[in-house]
């Protein structure tokens, strides 16, 4: 019997999977940032090939694999909170077990930037995603991602008044705490905001902090999902 591999972030929540589905299809202006200058002529056709692949039955995995600089480039010249979106979401659909690289991250960590909720936790979600694809060299990606500059944006998640992105943050730091590096970051001096904010979302929901990384298991009050750190 063949065991799936269990992707890098994993997210499992209702509002945030629609979402998800609303922003594929939702109408992007593409040829208006071509005619702009904002992206080039050559971007504009890549990308049309790029979503004519995707929608396509023929459209292998490996073939869509190659527009990933091309995504990341996009995302990297544009600031439209729509287009970010989109882009994002074909990222995350890409990235799979492959180590995004230092231009990816400097694109999602701009993404945090943004005042969206949707599109800085999917850029949360792709920046461990991407850390723990690095598996050949996992151990010195690790220790030079800043992990506390990740956590300093999901503890401002977790003071939402929004269930869902709570829901969500925690199970961001769920997925990057299996990694034993961000474990000691967020013991660190520097996290503990973050460390005391996550505390504070266990006890609300009345769920223990236990063992080491599991799954996202029970609700309670319907606010986040168990994080095992």
Known sequence: MTVPDVPGAMVNNQFFEEFTDKVRVKPIP???????GLISGDELRE?????HLAHSSTGGGRDLAEYMGLLVRLTEKLSSIDALQYLLVQIDDLLGDSCGG?????CMFRCLEKKDDYLGL?????????????SAQAEA???EFPFARLFGYLERCMRSELTSVVDVAVQVMQSALRSRHARMVL??????PCLTQLVGVLRRTQLPLTGAAGSAGSRTRGVVAVPQT
Request: charged fraction near 30%; include cysteine; proline fraction near 0%.
């Open 102 to 106: 230092e231009q990816l991250q400097r």
């Open 30 to 36: 593409w040829e208006g940032y071509s005619r702009a």
């Open 187 to 192: 013991f660190g001096e520097d996290c503990a």
């Open 47 to 51: 990308l049309k090939e790029y979503q």
């Open 141 to 143: 990606e690790q220790r």
């Open 122 to 134: 999917k850029a949360c979600k792709i920046l461990v995603g991407s850390i723990a694809g690095c």
